[in-house]
């Protein structure tokens, strides 16, 4: 019975542990409050980001996957400025301080933000596994709840971006 969950699992997942070509988005979900903090301790919502594409990386310090992405997302963020989107990073970490030291310690890129101690995106968002990435359109709602990770974003955020009525903020 093991076997056959894992195989399960497996098959489920496979898809995008081999990459898969991720669709765009289908139509927007309303983003649910997320209570995050910032590295003062305020609370804060996504919500100033209005007008905007926001992709969010949810992460955790003890996952040497999610540390692998940072070099990706900095270069996300570079090949991107001028572009109405934004990059944010949520980490799920139980302390604000060890987050804090991470985020000291490799200088990662981008606009970080605590999960807070109820953890409420680890429930909303049913996170088993970290790194997860979401996509929140310029309404604010969520566009995709499993958004690719930083190294296979490019392509899919280009396509994005090249719908009519969407321009650098540079032109």
């Excluded at 699992?9 to 289908?26: E, V």
């Excluded at 400025?81 to 980490?91: Q, R, S, Y």
């Amino acid at each position: 019975m093991r076997k056959f969950i894992f195989g399960l699992f497996l098959l489920i997942n496979l898809p995008y542990a081999i990459g898969q070509r991720y669709p765009l988005p289908q139509g927007p979900e309303p983003l649910p409050d997320l209570n995050l903090q910032d590295q003062d301790g305020v609370s804060v919502s996504l919500d100033y980001l209005e007008g905007k594409y926001v992709y969010v990386l949810i992460w955790s310090s003890w996952s040497d996957e999610a540390m692998d992405c940072f070099p990706a997302l900095a270069y996300q963020i570079k090949q991107f400025a001028g572009f109405p989107v934004e990059f944010v990073t949520v980490n799920v970490d139980q302390e604000a301080k060890r987050w804090k030291k991470t985020l000291h310690k490799h200088s990662l890129a981008g606009t970080h933000y605590w999960a807070g101690p109820e953890q409420k995106i680890v429930e909303e968002f049913s996170l088993l596994k970290f790194p997860r990435a979401i996509l929140i359109d310029p309404r604010g709602s969520l566009i995709m709840d499993r958004a690719p990770m930083p190294v296979r974003l490019s392509n899919p955020l280009k396509k994005l971006l090249a719908k009519p009525g969407i321009a650098s903020s540079t032109n």
